[in-house]
């Protein structure tokens, strides 16, 4: 595809319900990240894959959260038992690699709001 | 710990002025700085990329300054359009292990007609 697509755009969930959020990389990029957006905390790091390897998970801010990618290309995150805090906007965005050119594209993010 | 300021939060010029939107970044050990641009309610867009061996970066009426070892970069806008309104982000990516960026808290930029 031409960028990073992310899907849904918009999620409403109540709290203690379990969401997905899927991104699709743009083709050939090795390279995923997860980034969240909330009012007042500004963009922060959740999650990086890299090709085959083992993701760096350190951003994640709780156990309730996961991210998986299959065949090294589309990539969900997985938020269980939201929490009203867990409202932001997820940005996924992708780079061809991890060497210290990467420069990341970012998708248009999915706007999370848990009631 | 990385940390990343952006000065100031909001700016309201009018159209045709040049400006400068300002970021600092508190360890200087960087691989490379890039400025976002994003739009109410959208992603973001990358703008320029500098590596921490350039010292400037240039894309048409922007032009972007790297001082690594004083740990700041500006972004220099030329001749401002109302279409450049927009929240101005800049993001470090720091020297080893580590892949993901660190980002400043942002610009909000108004260029009035």
């Known amino acids: 595809g031409a960028g990073v697509s992310q899907s849904p755009s918009n999620k409403v969930t109540e709290k203690g319900k379990d969401v997905e959020l899927r991104c699709d990389p743009i083709?050939?990029?090795?390279?995923l990240y997860w980034y969240r957006q909330s009012l007042g905390q500004g963009l922060e790091f959740l999650i990086y894959?890299?090709?085959?390897?083992?993701?760096?998970k350190s951003g994640l801010p709780s156990d309730r959260f996961s991210a998986e990618r299959t065949g090294g290309s589309v990539s969900t995150l997985t938020i269980q038992r939201t929490q009203q805090e867990d409202s932001a906007v997820y940005l996924c965005?992708?780079?061809?690699?991890?060497?210290?050119?990467?420069?990341?594209?970012f998708g248009p993010g999915t706007r999370l709001t848990v009631l | 710990k990385q940390e990343v300021t952006q000065i100031p939060a909001a700016l309201s010029v009018p159209e045709g002025e040049n400006l400068v939107l300002n970021c600092s970044f508190t360890?200087?050990?960087?691989?490379?700085l890039q400025w976002f641009r994003q739009d109410p309610g959208k992603g973001l867009t990358s703008l320029l990329l500098?590596?921490?061996?350039?010292r400037e970066q240039t894309s048409g009426r922007l032009n972007a300054s790297l001082d690594k070892s004083s740990g700041r970069s500006t972004l220099y806008i030329a001749a401002s359009q109302p279409g450049d309104s927009a929240t101005y982000l800049c993001?470090?990516?720091?020297?080893?292990?580590?892949?993901?960026?660190?980002f400043g808290s942002g610009t909000q930029l108004t260029v009035l007609p």
């Open positions: 993001a470090v990516r720091v020297s080893g292990s580590a892949r993901q960026l660190t």
């Open positions: 965005a992708s780079s061809t690699s991890a060497g210290t050119l990467n420069e990341q594209f």
């Open positions: 360890d200087s050990a960087i691989y490379n």
């Open positions: 083709s050939g990029h090795t390279a």
């Open positions: 894959f890299q090709g085959n390897s083992a993701p760096d």
């Open positions: 500098i590596q921490s061996s350039q």
